[in-house]
T-cell receptor, first 117, second 111 residues
């Protein structure tokens, strides 16, 4: 079974530029998460999708961050304009989420390391 | 009070010893608990999940959950240098709700 795919793996941009990250979850996983992980900290949820609907985006800085999952499969996270403090690893994760407790488990992609100069 | 708390470490143990990692959470209605291992420069990898009070064993790993005291722990028996990593505790209130991660505990297993 293929895992969660993300691209690009690394990105370096200047502040005020825009950047987009792509994620393809594990096949059949209805729930998709985007996390931001700053060095030395645990992942912080930015947005959670259930199929193509947003479940939780309370911690997404909506003035500069946006995300979509139009067909309920892959997803894109965008930052525009980027700030220095956006330098972090952006992790995508997915879970099956069909009721049984074991389906709560989420699996992470390799992440995209963003550096904002 | 943070939702999920862990000692940042580093926790150093000799090879072959038992490593004990602890996590406390603030929301009493939390239902699902997870331990992830994260090697430097890599993404988190699920080690264990636990949903009921008591112990759950998987190989060298044992997760322990005490909902009354609001803590969950991870024991690693016969620690190996390859276990050196950051261990993240994650908590989920209910099905369909989001996961909250702790800051992680850095474990160093000394040969």
């Amino acid at each position: 079974e293929a895992g969660v795919a993300q691209s690009p793996r690394y990105k370096i941009i200047e502040k005020r530029q825009s950047v987009a990250f792509w994620c393809n979850p594990i096949s059949g996983h209805a729930t998709l998460y985007w996390y931001q992980q700053i060095l030395g900290q645990g992942p912080k949820l930015l947005i959670q999708f259930q199929n193509n609907g947003v479940v939780d985006d309370s911690q997404l800085p909506k003035d500069r961050f946006s995300a979509e999952r139009l067909k309920g499969v892959d997803s894109t996270l965008k930052i525009q304009p980027a700030k220095l403090e956006d330098s972090a690893v952006y992790l995508c994760a997915s879970s099956f989420s069909k009721g049984m407790a074991s389906y709560n488990e989420q699996f992470f992609g390799p992440g995209t390391r963003l550096t904002v100069l | 009070q943070k939702e999920v708390e862990q000692n940042s470490g580093p926790l150093s143990v000799p090879e072959g010893a038992i490593a004990s990692l602890n996590c406390t959470y603030s929301d009493r209605v939390s239902q699902s608990f997870f331990w992830y291992r994260q090697y430097s420069g890599k993404s988190p990898e699920l080690i264990m999940s636990i949903y009921s009070n008591g112990d759950k064993e998987d190989g060298r790993f044992t997760a322990q959950l005490n909902k009354a005291s609001q803590y969950v722990s991870l024991l690693i028996r016969d620690s190996q240098p390859s276990d050196s990593a950051t261990y993240l505790c994650a908590v989920r209130k209910n099905y369909g709700q989001n996961f909250v991660f702790g800051p992680g505990t850095r474990l160093s297993v000394l040969p």
